[in-house]
T-cell receptor, first 113, second 116 residues
């Protein structure tokens, strides 16, 4: 069974440029998460989807961040425009139902210059 | 509000030593789930264990064991006879069931160095 797939693995951009990350969860997993992980810290939730509905986006900085999961399968997280402080690893995770463990992708490491 | 505290930022041990990673949590829910994840240098978080709030039985899996105590809101993780391959960052996580919408939050992590 394929795991959670994320791309790109690494991205280097200049500040004020846009960037997008893509995530394909494990087949059949209805719940999808985007987390932000700064160096030396734990993952922080950005947004959670149940199928195509964003059920928790309270931590998403909506002035520059957006996300979509149009068909309830794969998802895209976008930053426009990127700022220096956005440099971090963006993690995608999925799970089946509400109570199981999260399965994580390898993450997308963003460097903003 | 839910919160997970891992007070140990870094721990360094010599191979074959036992080591315990502490985790203290806060929640107002009666139904919740606790997790431990391992993040090796490659970066991908790997699930180790899940415990629900109604099951305080301790668990052992090989060299790993977990001690869940509701009275002290702790869910500690012990590695027996540590090995170099255990070197990683370990995260404790909490998912609330009643009011938290099963949002999963993580502690700041404990970085474990196991020296040969």
């Amino acid at each position: 069974e394929a795991g959670v797939v994320q791309s790109p693995r690494y991205k280097i951009i200049e500040k004020k440029q846009p960037v997008a990350f893509w995530c394909n969860p494990i087949s059949g997993h209805n719940t999808l998460y985007w987390y932000l992980q700064n160096l030396g810290q734990g993952p922080e939730l950005l947004i959670r989807y149940e199928n195509e509905e964003a059920v928790d986006d309270s931590q998403l900085p909506k002035d520059r961040f957006s996300a979509e999961r149009l068909k309830g399968v794969d998802s895209t997280l976008k930053i426009q425009p990127a700022e220096l402080g956005d440099s971090a690893v963006y993690l995608c995770a999925s799970r089946s139902g509400n109570t199981g463990e999260l399965f994580f992708g390898e993450g997308s490491r963003l460097t903003v210059l | 509000a839910q919160k997970v505290t891992q007070a140990q930022t870094e721990i360094s041990v010599v191979e074959k030593e036992d080591v315990t990673l502490d985790c203290v949590y806060e929640t107002r829910d009666t139904t919740y789930y606790l997790f431990w994840y391992k993040q090796p240098p490659s970066g991908e978080l790997v699930f180790l264990i899940r415990r629900n709030s109604f099951d305080e039985q301790n668990e052992i899996s090989g060299r790993y064991s977990w001690n869940f105590q509701k009275s002290t809101s702790s869910f500690n993780f012990t590695i027996t006879a540590s090995q170099v391959v255990d070197s990683a960052v370990y995260f404790c996580a909490l998912s609330e069931g009643d009011t938290g919408g099963f949002k999963t939050i993580f502690g700041a992590g404990t970085r474990l160095f196991v020296k040969a």
